[in-house]
Structures are given as C-alpha cells and as structure tokens.
C-alpha cells in the first residue's frame, strides 16, 4: 500500500507530459495564416495593415495548439469558448484545459493520501477539476454581465444625447465606446471596430447581443432594427427604453433584497453537511470510510443527498422571478 501513492503520482506526471506532448504535436496552420497575410500584406500595403490590427483587437479566440488539443477532448469546446468569451478576459480552451486537469490531478492525489478509495478519489477528483473552473467562470460571467448591466442605461443616454445634437448612429457607438469605461465601453468599442472593417451595424450588434445573451441588450438591438425599417424618432425610443431598463434594475434589487435572507440561510443549510463531513474525514478518516463500505450508510447517505438537491431546487424555483 505504501508503494500505491508513489505509483500514482508517477501515473499523474505520465499523463501531464503526454498530453503536453500531443498538445504541441497538433499540426497547426499558423505558418500557413502567416504567409497569407503576408502575400497579402505586399499587395494592399498599409490598408492591410490597418485592417489586421483591427482584427487583433476584436478577435478573442487564437487557434494554438495547446486549444486545439484540448478541443478535441472537451465536450463542445465551442460553446466553451463562448464562454470564456463573455468573460472579458484572455483565457483561453486551452488554459481552461489544463486548469482542469491540473485540480483533477491534485486533489484525486490529496484524497489518495488520506486513504480515500481509489474510484472515490478519482471521482470527488473529476468533480472538483471539472466543477470549480465551470463555476470560477461562471461568476466571472454574471459579474461582468451586472457591471454591463448597471451602466447601459447611462451609455443610452449618452447615445439619445449624441442623436439629438445631430450625430449619426454608427458614430454615437463610436463616441460611447471611447467615453464609457468598463464592459459596456469595451462592446461598443468592438461594434464600432466591426463596422470599420465593414460589418454592417445590424450584425455588429447582433453578434455581441449573442456572446453577451442579456436581454437588456438584445431589447437595444431590436429598438435599433425596428427604427431603421419602420423609422421614427430614435432618440425618444432609445430614452424610453433606458427608464424601462432603469426600472427593470430596480425591480431586480428589490426582489434580490427580499431574498437576501432566505438565500442566505440556504445556504449555510446546504453546506454544514459537507463540512462537518469533510471536517471529520480530515480528523478520523477510517470512522467516515464506514458510509463507502456499509450498504445502509451508503442508501442513507444517498437518500439524504437527493432529498437536499430535491429542497435546494424547490427553494430556488421559489425565489427565481421572471421581470
């Protein structure tokens, strides 16, 4: 048995370097990409190289073989990488990939060494590797979403301001994206690049509607189709629009401090039953084995855990309002 840890580590560092080396044995088109842009480069000069800066800057996904890799072994890595998108940040499938399998390989190996089973701690192992950078993405998302949400409004104004002195729509976006800081101004700044490279503004701002997927959003981008097919006053409309948004967010706060104390209390009901489990398996491991060895403790603990996932969701069916 005490030949057993040493042999899994050695397994873990096997597979580590076996799937860097497949990641960098992937064959990729970089080589051929740079001798395009290059050819082409020599033949439209400096347009060109306007035109891919441009591209740099609006363009969040880069094709290297490490994503390449892991994007054969995750399950719908597009939809991965529309996540990883609406985050803000520069993370990569990549790097979302070995996140994964590095907390995998971690915390399988810590459950080992504290005389977890071997499917046990492959499996808690699996469930942290794959729970905890879905989750650590998913806050990332709904706080960039929120801070999106919370200054729209005022990037309307702006707009509704900029149309009655006369600008034109494409130009307004221009104007809010270098004026409003935060998420808000980095999407208008991408539409705006959109449009300079010769996206028309219909599909500039249905494409960010897409990877942001708020509704606030979407509401703004079918203002702004519905405007440009049937006309009428723009400015008025995008104004309505900000106070219904504007009282929207209200109403999103107060139902949110209403639930504040039932959520809260879920919560803390929820987890004691994990933590003081952890806690006492950290303490006397060989007591806590007894639930994965006695059947009755086994259909107990189970029977426990589907009656809490049935309470957890009645509880969050409860508070979950549609506005």
Known sequence: MEILPLLLVMTGACVVLGMLVFAFAVPSGGRVKSRRI???RERHGDAMVVAEAQLRRISNTRDTKMDVAFGRILPNPALLAKRLAMTGKTWTVGQYGMATAGLTLVVALLMLLKGMPIALAVL????????????????????????????FPDAIDLLVRGLRSG???SETIGVVGQEVDGPV??????VSDKMKIG?????????????????????????IAIQRETGGNLAETLANLAHVLRMRGQMKLKIKAMSSES?????IIGALPFIVFGLI?????????????????MVIGMGGMVW????AFIMAKMINFEI
């Open 199 to 223: 996206r028309t503004m219909d599909a500039a701002l249905q494409e960010t509607a897409d990877r942001l997927g708020t509704p606030e959003f979407q509401f703004f981008v079918i203002t």
């Open 308 to 311: 809490m996932a049935i309470g």
């Open 124 to 151: 808690f192992g699996l469930f942290v590797g794959i729970g905890l950078p879905h989750l650590v993405v998913g806050k990332t998302i709904q706080r960039r979403i929120g801070k999106f949400t919370a200054k």
């Open 38 to 40: 290059a050819s082409l």
């Open 167 to 169: 600008l034109p729509i």
């Open 185 to 190: 101004g980095e999407e208008f700044r991408s």
């Open 263 to 267: 959520k809260a209390s879920a919560y």
């Open 281 to 297: 398996w950290f303490i006397n491991g060989k007591y806590m084995q007894n639930f994965f060895i006695d059947e009755r403790l």
